[in-house]
C-alpha cells in the first residue's frame, strides 16, 4: 500500500527558508516513478511546483518558485524534500506530495498525472 507523509511546514517570515519532507513507503523512489509538490491555496486550484523522475533522473520547477525551490530525493529513505528560500507571503498554501508509479513529464506539472498524495503539510509566510 503506497503512502505518502509530509512534514516540514510551519510558519515564517518573508524571505525565510523552510524545508519540506515526505517519506514513502509501499514503493521504491528509485523505481519506475515520479514524485511532485503540489500546492494549493484557499479558493485557487492545485497547481504544480516542482517533480522529479525516476531516481531523480530528471527535474522540473515552476516558474514561479525557480531560483528558489528546489526538489531532491533520497533514495535510500524513500524520502522527497522541498528545499524552499526566499519564501514570499504569496507561497502560502497547503503543501502535497504525490506520487505516480510510471514514468511522467515531469515538465507538465499536472495533479491528475499523479495518483498517490499526502495528507498535506501547511505553509503559511508573513510579510
Known amino acids: 500500500q503506497v503512502q505518502l507523509v509530509e512534514s516540514g511546514g510551519g510558519s515564517v517570515q518573508a524571505g525565510g527558508s523552510l524545508k519540506l519532507s515526505c517519506k514513502a513507503s509501499?514503493?521504491?523512489?528509485?523505481?519506475?516513478?515520479?514524485m511532485g509538490w503540489f500546492r494549493q491555496a484557499p479558493g485557487k486550484e492545485r497547481e504544480g511546483v516542482a517533480a522529479i523522475g525516476a531516481g531523480g533522473g530528471s527535474t522540473y520547477t515552476a516558474d514561479s518558485v525557480k531560483g528558489r525551490f528546489a526538489i531532491s530525493q533520497d533514495n535510500t529513505k524513500s524520502t522527497l524534500h522541498l528545499e524552499m528560500n526566499s519564501l514570499k507571503p504569496e507561497d502560502t498554501a497547503m503543501y502535497y506530495c504525490?506520487?505516480?508509479?510510471?514514468?511522467?513529464?515531469?515538465?507538465?506539472?499536472?495533479?491528475?498525472?499523479?495518483?498517490?498524495w499526502g495528507q498535506g503539510t501547511q505553509v503559511t509566510v508573513s510579510s
Open positions: 504525490a506520487a505516480v508509479l510510471s514514468w511522467c513529464d515531469v515538465r507538465r506539472l499536472e495533479p491528475a498525472d499523479f495518483h498517490f
Open positions: 509501499g514503493f521504491t523512489t528509485s523505481s519506475y516513478s515520479c
